[in-house]
Protein backbone atom coordinates (compact mmCIF):
# COMPACT_ATOMS: atom_id res chain seq x y z
CA UNK A 1 0.00 0.00 0.00
CA UNK A 2 0.99 3.24 -1.03
CA UNK A 3 2.63 5.60 1.83
CA UNK A 4 1.20 9.40 2.04
CA UNK A 5 1.31 11.67 4.74
CA UNK A 6 -0.30 15.07 5.29
CA UNK A 7 2.01 18.17 5.17
CA UNK A 8 1.03 21.47 6.29
CA UNK A 9 2.07 24.63 6.22
CA UNK A 10 0.83 27.45 9.05
CA UNK A 11 1.38 31.16 8.32
CA UNK A 12 0.02 34.57 9.14
CA UNK A 13 -2.21 34.62 5.60
CA UNK A 14 -3.06 31.19 4.57
CA UNK A 15 -2.76 27.84 6.06
CA UNK A 16 -1.96 25.22 3.01
CA UNK A 17 -2.57 21.80 3.66
CA UNK A 18 -1.83 18.36 1.25
CA UNK A 19 -1.41 15.11 0.53
CA UNK A 20 2.01 14.25 0.09
CA UNK A 21 3.56 10.91 -1.37
CA UNK A 22 7.10 9.07 -0.37
CA UNK A 23 8.25 10.48 -3.48
CA UNK A 24 7.87 14.37 -2.48
CA UNK A 25 4.20 14.68 -5.12
CA UNK A 26 1.88 16.38 -3.87
CA UNK A 27 -1.66 14.67 -4.52
CA UNK A 28 -3.96 16.72 -3.33
CA UNK A 29 -4.12 20.75 -2.25
CA UNK A 30 -6.22 22.39 0.14
CA UNK A 31 -6.05 25.61 1.66
CA UNK A 32 -8.03 28.02 3.92
CA UNK A 33 -7.21 32.03 5.14
CA UNK A 34 -5.27 31.87 8.51
CA UNK A 35 -7.92 34.81 9.63
CA UNK A 36 -10.84 32.76 8.66
CA UNK A 37 -10.52 31.59 12.03
CA UNK A 38 -11.13 34.37 14.99
CA UNK A 39 -9.48 31.99 17.80
CA UNK A 40 -7.12 29.46 18.54
CA UNK A 41 -9.75 26.99 19.36
CA UNK A 42 -11.86 27.95 16.01
CA UNK A 43 -8.28 27.49 14.06
CA UNK A 44 -7.90 24.31 15.65
CA UNK A 45 -11.39 22.91 14.49
CA UNK A 46 -10.88 24.00 11.30
CA UNK A 47 -8.03 22.39 10.98
CA UNK A 48 -9.05 19.14 12.36
CA UNK A 49 -11.94 19.48 9.79
CA UNK A 50 -9.65 19.78 6.45
CA UNK A 51 -7.06 17.03 7.93
CA UNK A 52 -10.08 14.61 8.15
CA UNK A 53 -11.34 15.49 4.36
CA UNK A 54 -7.49 14.69 3.29
CA UNK A 55 -7.84 11.58 5.65
CA UNK A 56 -10.98 10.35 3.87
CA UNK A 57 -9.50 11.09 0.58
CA UNK A 58 -6.32 8.96 1.42
CA UNK A 59 -9.04 6.05 2.86
CA UNK A 60 -10.57 6.53 -0.52
CA UNK A 61 -7.54 6.36 -2.65
CA UNK A 62 -6.24 3.14 -0.36
CA UNK A 63 -3.75 4.82 0.85
CA UNK A 64 -1.73 4.62 4.09
CA UNK A 65 -1.25 7.88 6.00
CA UNK A 66 1.65 7.60 8.49
CA UNK A 67 0.83 10.92 10.17
CA UNK A 68 0.81 14.61 9.95
CA UNK A 69 3.79 17.18 9.83
CA UNK A 70 3.45 21.06 11.00
CA UNK A 71 5.81 23.61 9.97
CA UNK A 72 5.15 26.75 11.29
CA UNK A 73 6.67 30.62 11.77
CA UNK A 74 7.99 30.90 15.53
CA UNK A 75 10.03 29.35 18.61
CA UNK A 76 8.65 25.44 18.91
CA UNK A 77 9.96 22.98 21.14
CA UNK A 78 10.29 20.55 18.77
CA UNK A 79 10.76 17.33 20.76
CA UNK A 80 6.96 18.27 22.79
CA UNK A 81 5.65 19.88 19.50
CA UNK A 82 4.77 22.80 21.90
CA UNK A 83 4.29 26.10 20.22
CA UNK A 84 5.58 29.02 22.37
CA UNK A 85 4.46 31.52 20.49
CA UNK A 86 3.68 32.27 16.28
CA UNK A 87 4.83 35.72 15.47
CA UNK A 88 1.86 36.83 13.21
CA UNK A 89 -1.06 34.99 14.63
CA UNK A 90 -1.98 36.22 18.29
CA UNK A 91 -3.40 33.61 20.87
CA UNK A 92 -0.84 30.72 20.23
CA UNK A 93 1.47 31.68 23.43
CA UNK A 94 2.37 27.96 25.13
CA UNK A 95 0.16 25.83 23.24
CA UNK A 96 1.02 21.54 22.97
CA UNK A 97 -0.09 21.56 19.51
CA UNK A 98 1.08 18.20 19.21
CA UNK A 99 -0.71 16.70 22.26
CA UNK A 100 -3.75 18.63 20.55
CA UNK A 101 -4.09 17.19 17.48
CA UNK A 102 -2.53 13.64 18.84
CA UNK A 103 -5.78 13.13 20.88
CA UNK A 104 -8.04 14.79 18.41
CA UNK A 105 -6.73 12.65 15.25
CA UNK A 106 -5.13 9.45 16.75
CA UNK A 107 -2.56 10.60 14.11
CA UNK A 108 1.39 10.37 14.96
CA UNK A 109 1.82 14.71 14.78
CA UNK A 110 5.40 15.98 13.96
CA UNK A 111 5.89 19.88 14.80
CA UNK A 112 9.13 22.08 13.69
CA UNK A 113 9.85 25.90 12.56
CA UNK A 114 9.29 26.71 8.65
CA UNK A 115 12.60 26.81 7.86
CA UNK A 116 13.42 23.74 8.85
CA UNK A 117 10.48 22.23 7.55
CA UNK A 118 11.58 23.60 4.22
CA UNK A 119 15.40 22.43 4.45
CA UNK A 120 14.39 18.69 5.10
CA UNK A 121 11.73 19.25 1.82
CA UNK A 122 14.58 19.87 -0.07
CA UNK A 123 16.82 17.90 1.18
CA UNK A 124 14.81 14.26 0.63
CA UNK A 125 12.98 15.89 -2.33
CA UNK A 126 15.03 18.83 -3.66
CA UNK A 127 17.85 19.99 -4.30
CA UNK A 128 19.70 18.93 -1.07
CA UNK A 129 19.03 15.44 -2.31
CA UNK A 130 21.90 13.02 -2.33
CA UNK A 131 23.92 14.22 0.59
CA UNK A 132 24.56 14.32 4.05
CA UNK A 133 25.30 18.20 5.20
CA UNK A 134 23.32 20.55 3.76
CA UNK A 135 22.52 24.72 4.65
CA UNK A 136 19.25 25.77 3.44
CA UNK A 137 18.13 29.62 3.41
CA UNK A 138 14.97 31.13 2.43
CA UNK A 139 15.50 34.81 1.26
CA UNK A 140 11.65 36.09 1.94
CA UNK A 141 10.75 39.22 4.28
CA UNK A 142 13.62 38.25 7.02
CA UNK A 143 16.26 34.87 5.96
CA UNK A 144 15.15 31.79 7.47
CA UNK A 145 17.30 28.76 7.95
CA UNK A 146 18.03 25.02 8.22
CA UNK A 147 20.89 22.50 8.85
CA UNK A 148 21.02 19.28 8.05
CA UNK A 149 24.24 17.38 9.79
CA UNK A 150 25.05 13.59 9.00
CA UNK A 151 21.48 12.99 7.42
CA UNK A 152 19.30 15.21 10.25
CA UNK A 153 18.16 18.57 11.15
CA UNK A 154 19.60 20.14 13.78
CA UNK A 155 18.04 21.94 16.40
CA UNK A 156 20.38 22.06 19.28
CA UNK A 157 19.22 21.76 23.07
CA UNK A 158 17.07 24.59 23.27
CA UNK A 159 16.07 23.74 19.04
CA UNK A 160 16.63 27.14 18.17
CA UNK A 161 19.61 26.28 16.39
CA UNK A 162 20.05 28.14 12.59
CA UNK A 163 18.77 31.80 13.56
CA UNK A 164 20.91 32.46 10.46
CA UNK A 165 19.20 35.77 9.81
CA UNK A 166 20.06 37.07 12.88
CA UNK A 167 23.82 36.13 12.90
CA UNK A 168 25.36 40.13 13.34
CA UNK A 169 27.46 41.45 10.27
CA UNK A 170 27.80 44.84 11.27
CA UNK A 171 27.52 45.91 14.95
CA UNK A 172 26.75 49.54 13.61
CA UNK A 173 23.64 48.52 10.64
CA UNK A 174 20.29 48.66 10.89
CA UNK A 175 18.47 48.01 13.56
CA UNK A 176 16.41 44.04 12.81
CA UNK A 177 13.18 42.99 14.03
CA UNK A 178 14.84 41.12 16.90
CA UNK A 179 16.33 44.09 18.20
CA UNK A 180 19.74 43.65 17.27
CA UNK A 181 21.71 46.11 15.11
CA UNK A 182 23.24 44.76 11.67
CA UNK A 183 21.71 41.23 11.10
CA UNK A 184 22.56 39.56 8.05
CA UNK A 185 18.57 39.63 7.28
CA UNK A 186 18.81 43.53 7.39
CA UNK A 187 21.28 43.62 4.68
CA UNK A 188 19.30 41.12 2.16
CA UNK A 189 15.80 40.06 3.11
CA UNK A 190 13.34 41.22 0.60
CA UNK A 191 12.37 44.49 2.63
CA UNK A 192 15.72 45.78 2.54
CA UNK A 193 16.64 45.14 -0.90
CA UNK A 194 13.55 47.04 -2.27
CA UNK A 195 14.21 49.58 0.11
CA UNK A 196 17.83 49.85 -1.51
CA UNK A 197 16.93 50.20 -4.47
CA UNK A 198 14.06 52.83 -3.73
CA UNK A 199 16.65 54.75 -2.19
CA UNK A 200 19.25 54.71 -4.96
CA UNK A 201 16.27 55.42 -7.78
CA UNK A 202 15.40 58.47 -5.64
CA UNK A 203 18.74 59.63 -5.24
CA UNK A 204 18.84 59.87 -9.29
CA UNK A 205 20.36 56.18 -10.58
CA UNK A 206 19.26 55.88 -14.00
CA UNK A 207 17.30 52.43 -14.59
CA UNK A 208 14.24 51.36 -16.57
CA UNK A 209 12.81 50.79 -13.13
CA UNK A 210 12.02 54.63 -12.85
CA UNK A 211 9.72 54.17 -15.72
CA UNK A 212 8.39 51.01 -14.84
CA UNK A 213 7.07 52.35 -11.22
CA UNK A 214 6.27 55.75 -12.89
CA UNK A 215 3.61 53.28 -15.01
CA UNK A 216 2.16 51.70 -12.13
CA UNK A 217 4.49 48.65 -11.87
CA UNK A 218 5.34 47.38 -7.96
CA UNK A 219 8.60 47.54 -6.53
CA UNK A 220 9.89 44.16 -6.14
CA UNK A 221 12.61 41.45 -5.96
CA UNK A 222 10.79 40.06 -9.30
CA UNK A 223 10.33 43.56 -11.09
CA UNK A 224 14.01 44.19 -10.25
CA UNK A 225 15.11 40.62 -11.55
CA UNK A 226 12.84 41.26 -14.71
CA UNK A 227 15.01 44.70 -15.17
CA UNK A 228 18.40 42.87 -14.70
CA UNK A 229 17.61 40.36 -17.23
CA UNK A 230 16.44 42.79 -19.50
CA UNK A 231 20.32 44.05 -19.83
CA UNK A 232 19.55 47.28 -17.09
CA UNK A 233 22.99 48.32 -15.92
CA UNK A 234 21.45 49.15 -12.18
CA UNK A 235 19.52 46.38 -11.55
CA UNK A 236 22.22 44.11 -12.61
CA UNK A 237 24.51 46.11 -9.94
CA UNK A 238 22.11 45.09 -7.12
CA UNK A 239 21.91 41.48 -7.18
CA UNK A 240 25.94 41.32 -7.71
CA UNK A 241 26.21 43.63 -4.40
CA UNK A 242 23.37 41.50 -2.66
CA UNK A 243 24.72 38.76 -4.19
CA UNK A 244 28.71 39.72 -2.87
CA UNK A 245 27.51 40.77 0.90
CA UNK A 246 25.80 37.39 0.75
CA UNK A 247 28.58 34.93 -0.02
CA UNK A 248 30.77 36.72 1.98
CA UNK A 249 28.57 35.73 4.97
CA UNK A 250 27.95 32.39 3.82
CA UNK A 251 31.68 31.54 3.77
CA UNK A 252 31.90 31.83 7.14
CA UNK A 253 29.41 29.17 7.64
CA UNK A 254 31.10 27.23 4.61
CA UNK A 255 34.46 27.31 7.14
CA UNK A 256 32.39 26.23 9.90
CA UNK A 257 30.25 23.42 8.77
CA UNK A 258 31.94 22.39 5.28
CA UNK A 259 28.50 21.73 3.61
CA UNK A 260 28.12 19.55 1.03
CA UNK A 261 25.59 21.60 -0.73
CA UNK A 262 23.57 25.38 -0.15
CA UNK A 263 20.62 25.10 -0.42
CA UNK A 264 18.73 29.05 -1.20
CA UNK A 265 14.96 30.08 -1.64
CA UNK A 266 12.78 32.59 -1.41
CA UNK A 267 11.98 36.15 -2.94
CA UNK A 268 15.65 37.28 -3.43
CA UNK A 269 16.94 34.01 -4.75
CA UNK A 270 13.91 34.38 -7.92
CA UNK A 271 17.02 36.54 -8.84
CA UNK A 272 18.54 32.89 -9.59
CA UNK A 273 22.42 33.08 -11.10
CA UNK A 274 21.80 36.86 -11.18
CA UNK A 275 22.16 36.78 -7.42
CA UNK A 276 23.76 32.54 -7.41
CA UNK A 277 26.94 33.77 -9.52
CA UNK A 278 28.40 36.41 -7.21
CA UNK A 279 27.17 34.00 -4.56
CA UNK A 280 29.66 31.90 -5.55
CA UNK A 281 32.29 34.04 -6.45
CA UNK A 282 32.11 35.42 -3.12
CA UNK A 283 32.59 31.71 -1.73
CA UNK A 284 35.11 30.97 -3.56
CA UNK A 285 37.20 34.04 -2.62
CA UNK A 286 36.69 33.89 0.88
CA UNK A 287 36.18 30.87 1.90
CA UNK A 288 38.71 28.12 2.87
CA UNK A 289 39.72 26.96 -0.26
CA UNK A 290 39.40 22.85 0.32
CA UNK A 291 35.65 23.50 1.60
CA UNK A 292 34.65 26.29 -0.97
CA UNK A 293 35.72 23.73 -3.68
CA UNK A 294 33.45 21.57 -2.18
CA UNK A 295 30.71 23.23 -1.98
CA UNK A 296 27.74 23.44 -3.90
CA UNK A 297 25.09 26.29 -4.31
CA UNK A 298 22.07 25.80 -5.32
CA UNK A 299 18.77 27.66 -5.97
CA UNK A 300 15.57 25.92 -4.05
CA UNK A 301 13.34 23.57 -6.29
CA UNK A 302 10.00 23.17 -4.57
CA UNK A 303 8.89 26.22 -4.92
CA UNK A 304 5.40 27.48 -3.89
CA UNK A 305 5.03 23.68 -2.40
CA UNK A 306 7.93 24.28 -0.16
CA UNK A 307 6.51 24.79 3.15
CA UNK A 308 3.47 21.60 2.84
CA UNK A 309 6.47 19.36 1.07
CA UNK A 310 8.66 20.19 4.16
CA UNK A 311 6.35 19.90 7.03
CA UNK A 312 5.34 16.10 5.12
CA UNK A 313 9.01 14.98 5.49
CA UNK A 314 8.41 15.56 8.99
CA UNK A 315 6.17 12.48 9.43
CA UNK A 316 7.76 10.75 6.95
CA UNK A 317 11.12 10.82 8.82
CA UNK A 318 9.81 10.69 11.78
CA UNK A 319 11.19 13.32 13.46
Request: proline content about 4%; some cysteine.
Amino acid sequence: MKKVSIGIDIGGTNVKLGLVDEKGSVLLNDTFLTKSASSKSQLLDKLVGHIEMLRAEANHRKLKLVGIGIGAPGAIDVEHGFVYFFPNIPGWENTPLKKILEKKLKLPVFVDNDANAMALGEFYFGAGKNVKHMIALTLGTGVGGGLVLDGKLFHGPAFSAAEIGHMVVDPDGPVCGCGNRGCIETFVGNGYFVKEVKRKLDSGEKSVLTRWLQEGKELSPKLVQEAARAGDRFAKEQWEITGERLGTFLAGLVNLLNPEKIVIGGGVALGGDLVLEPIRKAIKKKAFPIAARFVKVLPAVLSNDAGLVGAAALAFSGR
